[in-house]
């Protein structure tokens, strides 16, 4: 009976497939790659559709924790209990790379990042994001709401938040000079020529770490915002190549598939820029451990 | 970011294209990055911080009530220790209490027996004394009887009054005779 049902749902979706690889083009202009302004708001800043999303996630948000910490007890239940388990999960989680001393001073940061993505890359999967809009002078779509990580000024301004923490952790707990010195200076004990030699070949590859430093936060930009928009872009023009009617149905087994995505990119995000903190601080506490 | 875009393109054009492309603008941007650090306000303010604080005072409440039940579990130990201690003493005087009283049983019930002996004793030796005395009342009783009942019957035999001398040779005569 199970399998019947299975292989059921299989036709009938493999079946819809047939007009998708029949059409010789993929049927309208698909998903625009940057978000749409819907209306302009104080002062001159145009609110745009991801905008919208991001708003409505920062509500969400605000409101489940809200909710979960108003009546705190010490014997949890309901949504505080899981919110204890999400906090005690990721600190555990982060404590294993980046240590018990940098975990306590930067876990704001790279839980906030984790769950941000994570609620809105789920948001960006309801029904009605990206369906639910006005026609253009086109006559396509824009829609009122966009998932918020499809939108590259969200991601850049995520990648640069973070840039710019990474710096003034590194300053702080390495030192300007540990700082400067962890870059340029040779790793490991030379003498004579040698020395000289690796002194110079270190600082050449001091200067490539700064570009590879650099380039750091246009990776994490395009990585979050290719996948996000990959994948709704994905479900756009697989609804796009058949009837309405059935529009659903050569996006569902994506839906699944951008489940995962939706937590894989939170979570490959949040650890990247944990690993590329940990590379910079690794010694970081180690004096007071010590001590 | 921006200054490796921008040294990476031949002139200013190529950035503002490809951000043009994408759609990057500095006031969207602005925005997001507000949007973002709010966020970030709100979990630490309304979320990690009490959440985590609340996670800490369990961690210290429980190594607290670990720390107790430590305490209650050596207090328990000492306890048990003292309350087996003084079981054994109590054991060990009720022991030599109940000797003790065996002993003072044991003397007194013989005291009492030795008692007990001497006044049957006492007893004994008034009864023989009285005894003897009652026999040897009743002895010389019966001799005078016996004395005046032969007088009697020899005088009435032999019809003549019989003097002091005679009924005392009679008596003498009449008790040899029966003592023997």
Redesign the interface.
């Known amino acids: 009976m199970t399998h019947r049902t299975i292989y059921t749902t299989l036709i009938a979706w493999l079946s819809c497939l047939v007009p998708v690889f029949a059409s010789g083009e993929a049927g309208g202009e698909g998903l625009p ?3 749409a302004p819907l209306f302009e708001s104080f002062p ?3 609110i ?1 559709n ?2 919208l999303m ?2 409505i ?2 509500a969400i ?2 409101l ?3 909710s ?2 108003r009546k ?1 007890s ?1 014997v ?1 239940s309901g949504v505080q209990n899981f ?2 388990w999400v ?2 999960s990721l ?1 555990d989680f982060l404590s294993n790379i980046l240590g018990a001393y940098m975990v306590k001073k930067t ?3 790279f ?2 990042i984790f ?2 993505i994570l609620v809105n890359n789920l948001l960006g999967l309801f029904p009605g994001v990206g369906t639910i809009g006005t026609y253009n002078e086109h006559g396509h779509i824009v829609g009122y709401f966009r998932g918020g990580m499809a ?4 991601t ?6 973070f ?1 710019a923490l990474w710096t003034y952790w590194a300053i702080t707990e390495n030192g300007m000079g540990g700082f400067l010195s962890h870059i340029f200076a040779p790793k490991g004990v030379f003498h004579g020529f040698m020395k000289v030699f690796m002194v110079v070949i270190f600082i050449i590859v001091g200067f490539l770490e700064i ?1 590879s430093i ?2 750091r ?2 990776a994490l ?1 395009f990585r979050l ?1 290719g996948n996000i928009y990959g994948g709704e872009q994905t479900m756009e023009k697989l609804m796009d190549l058949v009837p309405e009617q059935i529009a659903f149905l050569p996006a569902l087994p994506f839906m699944f598939m951008e489940l995962l995505v939706a937590f894989v990119q939170a979570l490959v995000f949040m650890l990247l820029t944990a690993v590329f903190l940990r590379l910079i601080c690794e010694h970081a506490g180690e004096e007071g451990a010590h001590h | ?1 921006f ?3 921008a040294s990476s393109a031949e002139s200013g054009n190529a950035v503002s294209e490809l951000f043009g ?5 500095w ?3 602005i ?3 507000i ?6 306000f ?3 303010k ?3 911080g ?3 604080k ?2 800490e ?2 961690r210290e ?1 429980i190594a607290s009530g670990e720390d107790k039940l430590k305490l209650i579990e050596k207090q328990l130990a000492e306890s048990e220790a003292t309350t087996a201690a003084a079981i054994a003493k109590a054991s060990e005087d009720a022991a030599r209490m109940i000797n003790e009283a065996k002993l003072g049983a044991a003397a007194f019930t013989e005291q009492k027996a030795q008692e007990a002996i001497a006044q049957a004793q006492q007893i004994l030796a008034k009864a023989e004394i009285a005894a003897k005395a009652d026999r040897d009342r009743l002895s010389t009783e019966l001799k005078r009887e016996f004395g005046r009942l032969v007088a009697s019957t020899a005088s009435q035999v032999t019809g003549k009054v019989l003097t002091a001398d005679d009924q005392k040779r009679i008596n003498e005569d009449a008790l040899a005779k029966v003592e023997a």
């Open positions: 790659v940057k978000a001159n800043i145009p745009t991801s905008m991001v708003w996630s920062v948000i605000t489940f924790c809200r979960a910490t705190m010490l949890p919110a204890e906090v005690e600190y876990f704001w940061f839980a906030s769950l941000f939108d590259l000024n969200m850049m301004s995520m990648a640069l938040v840039f570009i650099c380039v936060p246009v930009t915002f | 970011m200054t490796i875009l492309q994408f759609g990057v603008n006031k969207f941007f925005a997001q990055s949007n973002f650090v709010l966020v970030m709100v979990l630490w309304f979320a990690f009490p959440i985590q609340m996670l005072e369990r409440r």
